[in-house]
C-alpha cells in the first residue's frame, strides 16, 4: 500500500528556520514526481513545488519560488520542505503528495510571537 | 496558469439521491484530471484520477468523466459520510498544478 506519512506540528516564532518531512513507501520513491501543497486556515489548496527524486528535478510554482526550498534524500525515500525565515503568514497545513495520487495527513506548521 | 472552475459552489442534495459536480479546465488538461474529497480536519483522500479511475478502496458509487477541458464527478447515491468538499485539480501543465475553488456537498 503507498503511504506518505508526514512529520509532526510545529509551532515556530517569526525569522526561525523549519525543516518538515515526509517518508514515503510501498512504492518506488525515486520514480515518481512528489510535491507540497498549502493550506491556509478556511481555504483552499495550493501547489508550492514538486521534486522528482531519482535525479533532484525540482520546480517550484511562482508563488513560492524563492520563499521556500524542497528537496529529497531518494536513500531514506524522504522528501522536504524547508523555510529559512518563517513568517506568521506561513501559517498553515501543509501536505505532502503525489500528483493525481495520494496525499500525507498533514504537517500543521503555526508562527507566532 | 492553467484556472480550474468548480461549479456549483455549494450543492445540497437529499441522502440517496444522485449528486453532478463539474469541473472546467481553462484550457486542455487531456485526462490528468483528479478529485478528492475533504472532511474538516482531514487530509484531501483520492477518489478519482485520470479523470476516470477510481482509487484503490473508493466506493463504486463514485465515478467521474470527461476530457480536455469538461470533467464531471458523479455520486450515484449519497450516503451521510459523502457530505464533504469536493476539489478537482489538473495535473497536465506544470508550472503550477492546480485546483478548483471547491464544491461543497451538503445535507438537504
Known amino acids: 500500500e503507498v503511504q506518505l506519512v508526514q512529520s509532526g506540528a510545529e509551532v515556530k516564532k517569526p525569522g526561525e528556520s523549519l525543516k518538515i518531512s515526509c517518508k514515503g513507501s510501498?512504492?518506488?520513491?525515486?520514480?515518481?514526481?512528489i510535491g507540497w501543497v498549502r493550506q491556509m486556515p478556511g481555504k483552499g489548496l495550493e501547489w508550492m513545488g514538486i521534486?522528482?527524486?531519482?535525479?533532484?528535478?525540482?520546480r517550484y510554482s511562482p508563488s513560492f519560488q524563492g520563499q521556500v526550498t524542497i528537496s529529497a534524500d531518494k536513500s531514506i525515500s524522504t522528501a522536504y520542505l524547508q523555510w529559512s525565515s518563517l513568517k506568521a503568514s506561513d501559517t498553515a497545513m501543509y501536505y505532502c503528495?503525489?500528483?493525481?495520487?495520494?496525499w500525507g495527513q498533514g504537517t500543521l506548521v503555526t508562527v507566532s510571537s | 496558469e492553467i484556472v480550474m472552475t468548480q461549479s456549483p459552489a455549494t450543492l445540497s442534495v437529499s441522502p440517496g439521491e444522485r449528486a453532478t459536480l463539474s469541473c472546467r479546465a481553462s484550457?486542455?488538461?487531456?485526462?490528468?484530471l483528479a478529485w478528492y474529497q475533504q472532511k474538516p480536519g482531514q487530509a484531501p483522500r483520492l477518489l478519482i484520477s485520470g479523470a476516470s479511475t477510481r482509487a484503490t478502496g473508493i466506493p463504486a458509487r463514485f465515478s467521474g468523466s470527461g476530457s480536455g477541458t469538461e470533467f464531471t464527478l458523479t455520486i450515484s447515491s449519497l450516503q451521510s459520510e459523502d457530505f464533504a468538499v469536493y476539489y478537482c485539480?489538473?495535473?497536465?501543465?506544470?508550472?503550477?498544478?492546480?485546483f478548483g475553488q471547491g464544491t461543497k456537498l451538503e445535507i438537504k
Open positions: 521534486i522528482y527524486p531519482g535525479d533532484s528535478d525540482t
Open positions: 485539480q489538473q495535473y497536465n501543465n506544470w508550472p503550477p498544478y492546480t
Open positions: 510501498g512504492y518506488s520513491f525515486p520514480s515518481y514526481w
Open positions: 484550457q486542455s488538461v487531456s485526462s490528468d
Open positions: 503528495a503525489r500528483p493525481g495520487g495520494k
